[in-house]
């Protein structure tokens, strides 16, 4: 199974897709770390680049049979569309989750006040993450409003909404 996460950067999409992860085993693909790890290697990164490689390592780590969970602001059609190739290639599930905080107030202190859990990376302001280019979705997805809830409520909102679309994740 893929699990596609979406969203803003700051509405709690890494730290909600990294719990699932850990709670149901999965391999986890962040494209900050990969963008972050290019950029330290000498690559200029300013565009598809980092999605191509998650997209690889997805392919594998399905493979395997190992459940992916793909962090990723996958702000666009393409980008989305994308994703769900990855899984329609090898013939296998995915579920696209939309993360989103609803109160601006609480986005904005989540991104001014963030811990940076990747060593020298430098994540974007609000003014960036404001004027992000992210278009709105022209399909069905689960959409997790995180604001005003702890990651254990939006965890168990996630599991609520993954059992009504028939995914089965484990507690």
Known sequence: MLYIFSGLPGAGKSTLSAALA????AAYLRVDVVEHAMRIAGNWVDGPEGYIVCYEIAKQNLKLGLDVIADTVNPIPITRQAW???AEALDLPFVEIEVV???EREHRHRI?????DIPGFTPPTWEAVNTWHYEAWDRERIVIDTAHQSLEESLMALREKLARAGDV???
């Not at 001014?112 to 940076?116: E, F, H, S």
């Open 22 to 25: 850990r709670e149901i085993r």
């Open 84 to 86: 769900r190739d990855v």
């Open 101 to 103: 905080c609803s109160d």
């Open 112 to 116: 001014d006040t963030r811990v940076i």
């Open 169 to 171: 994740v484990d507690d």
